[in-house]
């Protein structure tokens, strides 16, 4: 019995220590945002003035524009090229399917640093004007493969005959897609979807070697002011946590909430 | 005068340099209840798929009402089709599913919700328009998937081994089931299956396939009692296969003796041969019978006892009523309407 709680309270120290770890830098960050004086050291009080900093920041704010369409246009576009390409993947000859799909792991497994250099060689030999559009276009091509990997799976459980059934009732072939196919695989599309978000709006490495201009989004303006100190940043970055924070709970609680009322409910039909 | 509603000429079809359907002739009429029958891989998926349009002939006409049809996607096709594990739409109610061809067709609300209700009673799935798809059990998804094939009033309903998922109760059930709804609705079905009892108990007309050839087409009287070769008569059912000379027309021989039969037009002394349906062997004490024989083994079916006879050229198999002791010699014959003389197969 005293062998048992010693083990139990080992387990606790132990997720406890593991959270700590995961969670105090980020803490911290958020605490020193909400300080009036510059250090990060030390808080002399409670003030929102390096939120009001934020605001200002015209450079800040370009930066925050950029990420965020960045990611919403990268999102959108990789998931449709990324969830045509896995439904045309199950259509494929196998020795073709396992090829692309063994091609496909490669931009996830190779480390960002070489990616980015390739894209940098890319662009320069082609002669295109880095900035926005290299930057957006380097982020679509990274976040296909998340796509293709999270929707693949999902086209693989599909009955070969759900197309064919809905063009024998009279559907185009889009029309299947449309109303069919895609229903079917809203959840690994959905999935795909959100990978391919934080994969762009997360990213610094590639960001950095491919745009120019001054094009600039948030990591890359972070990167750049850390070089001084600037509790700007930890307003920033607090925003983002926050943003995270709430998707997050968005993506994986109210799916639960959801699923838990669904059966709550199909119990209670079942009793009646 | 034969009314043809599909016709398929001289069809041929091949997947990967292998040939799954040689040169198929086949009419169906209208209203009729047509099955294609054969072990699987002997095409008869195939041939369901080229009529809906899911796959393409590489040569040969598909010939519906009159017109080729062959180049024409399945979208446009006066067929629908019941797939082999329903392909229903899963995120839908029953009544979207069977509603799904009649809004694709922009037919109005009403109009639909009308028609999606009518065809949910035919099937008998009245108040279960709101349940979910997993919700159902087999047979039920059953009916949906057919419920979902027939609202849209098509020609020809396609049917690909619908039953095949359901256990053997329900199957029975769902066979007369079916035939009801073909005889109410008066359409034609073409249905494919390898289960040869299904076929026999549900067909106007039989097709009987092997290795993408057509190995023969009637009713299934006919496929029963006049086989045209030794694949047919085992495939339909058990049997005994004799080989056998035809002595003249009317006079058979096999097993050392001579038998009289029903059948005529063969070359003299041809060497041909000869179904003994299992329930047509009459045992009787060995001084009556023709063939004389000794019961090895004896297995209760039910109805009838299945009994395997030890002759001097080889084993019979025969069904009776009566118990026969392990060991005992019986005679054997036949009246002459029940021996059916066939050509000799040629070796594949």
Known sequence: ?272 | MKNKLIELKNITKSFDQQEVLHNIQLYIRPNEFLTLLGPSGCGKTTILRIIGGFEEADSGEVIFDGKDIAKLPPYKREVNTVFQKYALFPFMNVFDNVAFGLNIKKVSKAETKKRVLEMLKLVGLEGFEKRKIDQLSGGQQQRVAIARALVNEPKVLLLDEPLSALDAKLRKEMQMELKKIQKKVGITFIFVTHDQEEALSMSDTVVVMNHGNIQQIGTPIDIYNEPKNRFVAEFIGESNIIPAIMKKDMLVAFDGVDFECVDSGFAPNEEVEVVLRPEDLVLTPPQFGKITATVTDITFKGVHYEIILKGEHRDYKAQTTEYHEIGTELGISVIPSNIHVMHKMKEV
């Open chain 1, 1 to 272: 019995m005293k062998k048992f709680q010693k083990s139990k309270l080992f387990y606790g120290l132990y997720i406890g220590v593991i959270f700590a770890f995961f969670y105090l830098p980020i803490v911290v960050t958020m605490f020193f945002s909400f300080n009036s004086s510059k250090s990060l050291t030390h808080f002399s009080g409670f003030s929102l003035r390096w939120y009001g900093n934020l605001i200002k920041d015209t450079e800040i704010m370009q930066a925050v524009y950029v990420s965020i369409s960045i990611a919403i246009l990268a999102t959108i576009i990789s998931t449709i090229i990324g969830t045509l390409t896995a439904i045309g993947l199950s259509k494929c000859r196998k020795l073709v399917r396992e090829m692309l799909l063994n091609v496909n792991n490669i931009p996830m497994m190779n480390p960002d640093i070489v990616t980015a250099i390739g894209f940098l060689i890319l662009f320069s030999s082609l002669r295109i004007p880095k900035g926005y559009y290299t930057m957006l276009m380097a982020h679509i091509t990274f976040c296909i493969p998340y796509v293709i990997t999270s929707v693949y799976p999902k086209v693989k459980t599909l009955d070969p005959n759900l197309a064919d059934a809905a063009m024998d009732l009279g559907a185009s072939p889009f029309m299947a897609l449309y109303k069919v196919i895609l229903p079917m695989l809203r959840e690994g599309i959905f999935a795909g979807a959100l990978l391919a978000f934080t994969m762009s709006f997360d990213d610094f490495v590639i960001s950095y070697f491919v745009t120019g201009n001054g094009v600039s989004n948030i990591s890359i303006i972070v990167y750049n002011m850390t070089k001084r100190t600037n509790p700007t940043i930890n307003a920033l970055s607090t925003i983002v946590i926050l943003v995270i924070f709430v998707t997050m709970f968005i993506v994986k609680v109210i799916p639960y909430l959801i699923g838990k009322r669904r059966k709550e409910q199909l119990a209670y039909e079942e009793n009646n």
